[in-house]
């Protein structure tokens, strides 16, 4: 389960500030980009020979190498794979499996860190894991465990910062609590 907060989710390919499309097709499994102008289809293409098959979520958009162009995070619900493709215009620059994240984990996309570059928050709530990978490009660079939350907490389409928010709140009001008894 893929979930993006609206700040990256309309996506920007080519960085221009226009928001362009992201196709993807169930019967051929080919995925492809239009950089638009408005209305206007400036330019599209298939990205490489990449096809993306059955078991893959449709992916989320965030920046991940930070230079303002929108990237791509895969996850496979079936397989708990995960990975990144870096974009640049209608061009796939660079894609990489990154560590895999078991069944039933959520991924929430958010930059945790303020670093230009999106991370990524999971909630894996059979077992209350909560984690951020702050991520740059195609790497992991760190990974953050912040407090446990079960299966009362639910990640959804909607208001996910929010949710984010309660998540991260909720963990460090726990913290707080058993640090400092409030
Ligand atoms: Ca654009
Ligand atoms: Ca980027
Ligand atoms: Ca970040």
Redesign the pocket.
């Known amino acids: 389960m893929l979930n993006t907060p609206n700040a990256v989710q309309k996506p920007d390919f080519n960085g221009d500030g226009k928001t362009d499309l992201f196709w993807r097709s169930p019967v051929t499994n080919q995925t492809a980009v239009w950089l638009m102008d408005g209305t206007q289809l400036l330019q599209g293409s298939f990205l490489a020979d990449v096809p993306v098959t059955n078991g893959w979520d449709d992916p989320a958009f965030g920046d991940f190498n930070g230079d303002g162009k929108t990237d791509l995070f895969w996850r496979n619900s079936l397989t708990g794979e995960n990975a990144i493709w870096l974009m640049e215009g209608v061009r796939l620059l660079e894609g990489q499996f990154i560590e895999p994240v078991k069944q039933g984990g959520t991924a929430l996309l958010g930059?945790?860190?303020?670093?230009?570059?999106?991370?990524i928050l999971w909630h894996i709530p059979a077992e209350g894991l909560v984690s951020i990978w702050?991520?740059d490009g195609t790497t992991v660079a760190e990974t953050l465990l912040l407090q446990p939350l079960g299966e009362l907490w639910t990640a959804k389409l909607g208001d996910l910062m929010a949710i984010a928010r309660r998540i991260c709140c909720g963990a460090i009001a726990a913290m707080g609590r058993r640090w400092f008894g409030f």
């Open positions: 930059d945790f860190n303020n670093d230009q570059k999106t991370d702050e991520i």
